[in-house]
Nanobody, 122 residues
Framework: QVQLVESGGGLVQAGGSLRLSCAAS????????MGWFRQAPGKEREFVAV????????YYADSVKGRFTISRDNAKNTLYLQMNSLKPEDTAVYYC???????????????WGQGTQVTVSS
C-alpha cells in the first residue's frame, strides 16, 4: 500500500515556474514507476510524465517536453515535477501516481494522490 500526497500547486502567471512535490509513504517507493497526470475542467485526465523506479529513464507528453522535468529522490520518498515556461493551457489539477510498470497509460498505476491545483493566468 502506498499513500501519495501532492503539494506545490498554486497560481502563477504565464511564463512562470512551479515545482510540484509528491510525498509517498512506505518503504518500497523505489520499486514503483511514478507518473504525473493532469485533468483540466471538462477534459479527461491526461499523461504528463513518468520516471522509472531507479530514476534512470523518463518520458514526457509532447505538450510539456522541454518545459517540464520529472525527478525523484528515493531517499526522501519524494517525486517532483519542475514546471517552467508555464502556459494557460497547463491549468489543471495535477496528480501523482505509483505503479509497477513504466508507461503513459493511467491503467498502469495503482495508487493516486488527491491532486493539487495549478492555475496559469495569461
Amino acid at each position: 500500500q502506498v499513500q501519495l500526497v501532492e503539494s506545490g500547486g498554486g497560481l502563477v502567471q504565464a511564463g512562470g515556474s512551479l515545482r510540484l512535490s509528491c510525498a509517498a509513504s512506505g518503504r518500497t517507493f523505489s520499486i514503483y514507476a511514478m507518473g504525473w497526470f493532469r485533468q483540466a475542467p471538462g477534459k479527461e485526465r491526461e499523461f504528463v510524465a513518468v520516471i522509472r523506479g531507479s530514476g534512470g529513464s523518463t518520458y514526457y507528453a509532447d505538450s510539456v517536453k522541454g518545459r517540464f522535468t520529472i525527478s525523484r529522490d528515493n531517499a526522501k520518498n519524494t517525486l517532483y515535477l519542475q514546471m517552467n515556461s508555464l502556459k494557460p493551457e497547463d491549468t489543471a489539477v495535477y496528480y501523482c501516481a505509483a505503479g509497477p510498470n513504466y508507461g503513459s497509460s493511467s491503467l498502469r498505476y495503482d495508487y493516486w494522490g488527491q491532486g493539487t491545483q495549478v492555475t496559469v493566468s495569461s
